[in-house]
């Protein structure tokens, strides 16, 4: 019996360890093919990140239509391409409103109307273009088409300088200066904006920010090569360059801080200047204006000679924590992101606040509804500050334009009138600055409690006193300030600003 047994068991053992030899075999052989299939995949990826692009297409100092980069660079224009996209933030941003086109203007598509929103706009503006039509910001793809149909284009003869930052200029420039770009940004600051518009065909693109033989960024706006000049020349740094001294972290800022900047028509020409030399802070910059004797136009209530205010975005973002902790612009509006292997900026240029997990939480260790509750936090206590100056603003220009119906001269109106004309320009520096107090919220508050100031100033001239109480004026009154019999565009200063 028992020899029986040992022949059954036999032939068991064997075909057991057989299977385990051919498991082992098996599993080193997946193992392997895994290892060897993982060391491709590295080799590939490595491969991939050391070679960002394809070369499809050759670029030169020639090629301006971003389509054409987009061949070349697929991952970057497609994010550009987004900047179409319309959505709000709390503060910010635009949201689609249907437009019927016309002859003159073929969008269908608009944003939502900032003078219907805030008439007491219209009470400061008013006199001006912006008393006629004011939308909210609209995205990058936006930037020309929302330029060229304004009904502010209507009222006032715009001067070819303000395509300086709302189109694509350096092939403009550069064949209208025969190389140099200086001789054709003083060509452009010349004509007419319907003149100066036949010589672009797009909006800020690829070629405006980077170098096309080497994809480095550079500034190609010579209004911002010579305020930043001016701006380090009075701070003991003469001749600076940014394309030649600027650090690349730097460079990520500069090439923003080409457009969104206050600047001004300086002189008969209507050379586009921006006036840092005084430095880049709101009372800074008016004091170069007082300096100076620049207004934009007479206010058409009060009398006063005024100022306004361009989307300081970069004179504000320099006052503020991130500038001073070395972020930089592109930073938070362009952060990096994966695409596969690559590591790219994020052309898809917005509000942080519409992508905080790769524009905050790369520093900031929290949930997205705490950044975006800190944020909106600040952008409501900005709003409450910036109402009360309005209010204030509004009862001055009212005050002096009841003084001037009354009789009082221009010569007892000048105190009250000076004083309008630095609150008015100071809270529109927080008003027209996009970030709505986030990007420097202490200086943003230092502002508006200055503008306060001074329209307290001026109310107490006229032997008032301030009520603090926010006055409305309607959009429609407004709108009848520029009917035929006001003159139409010809009562508009010639060096009104876009």
Request: charged residues 25%; hydrophobic residues 35%.
């Amino acid at each position: 019996m028992s020899e029986e047994k040992t022949d059954e068991i036999k032939p068991t053992k064997s075909i057991s360890a057989t299977r385990r030899l051919a498991l082992a075999v098996a599993a080193t052989a997946l193992a392997t093919a895994g290892l060897v299939g993982l060391l491709i995949n590295v080799f590939e990826k490595k491969t991939e990140a050391r070679n960002p692009f394809f070369r499809v297409v050759e670029l030169n100092e020639r090629t301006d239509d971003p389509a054409v980069w987009g061949r070349n660079f697929p991952l970057q224009y497609d994010g550009y391409r987004r900047t179409v996209d319309m959505q709000r933030t709390r503060w910010g941003g635009s949201e689609a409103m249907p437009h019927t086109p016309t002859a003159r203007d073929s969008r269908t598509t608009v944003a939502q109307n900032r003078l219907q929103e805030d008439p007491n706009l219209v009470t400061m503006w008013n006199g001006y273009a912006f008393a006629v039509d004011f939308r909210e910001e609209r995205g990058h793809a936006f930037m020309l088409v929302d330029q060229e149909t304004t009904q502010r284009q209507v009222v006032v003869r715009q001067p070819g300088s303000c395509l300086h930052c709302h189109a694509s200029m350096w092939t403009a420039y550069n064949r209208l200066g025969n190389g140099d770009i200086f001789r054709g940004f003083e060509a452009v600051n010349h004509m007419p904006y319907a003149e100066a518009r036949t010589h672009v065909q797009h909006p800020v693109s690829c070629i405006d920010c980077h170098d096309p033989a080497t994809m480095a960024l550079r500034v190609t706006r010579p209004a911002f090569i010579e305020g930043i000049r001016s701006f380090y020349a009075s701070r003991g740094r003469p001749n600076f360059d940014p394309n030649r001294d600027a650090t690349h972290q730097e460079m990520r800022s500069y090439v923003c801080g080409q457009c969104h900047v206050e600047y001004y028509f300086r002189g008969p020409d209507k050379r586009l200047t921006f006036p840092w030399s005084n430095g880049m802070r709101a009372d800074d910059i008016l004091a170069y204006y007082e300096r100076d004797g620049h207004r934009d136009w007479t206010h058409r209530e009060s009398g006063a000679r005024v100022l306004k205010a361009q989307h300081p975005e970069f004179e504000m973002y320099n006052q503020g924590i991130h500038a001073r902790a070395g972020v930089s612009c592109a930073d938070c509006h362009m952060p990096y992101r994966r695409e596969g292997a690559l590591k790219i900026s994020d052309h898809h240029i917005r509000s942080p606040l519409l992508n905080i997990a790769n524009a905050c939480q790369t520093c900031h260790r929290v949930s997205e509804t705490e950044l975006r509750d800190r944020a909106e936090a600040i952008q409501n206590r900005t709003h409450e500050m910036r109402d009360r100056a309005m209010g204030v603003l509004v009862e001055l220009i009212h005050g002096i334009g009841a003084a001037r119906t009354g009789g009082a001269t221009d010569e007892q109106l000048a105190g009250a009138r000076l004083e309008q004309m630095r609150a008015q320009f100071l809270l529109d520096f927080v008003e027209a600055e996009n970030s709505s107090g986030f990007h420097a919220p202490g200086e943003a508050g230092r502002v508006l409690f200055l503008s306060i100031d001074h329209a307290h100033q001026g109310l107490r001239s006229l032997g008032a006193r301030p009520s603090l109480v926010p006055l409305q004026t309607s959009a429609a009154d407004a709108a009848t300030s520029y009917s035929a019999a006001d003159g139409g565009s010809a009562a508009m200063d010639a060096s009104a600003r876009d």
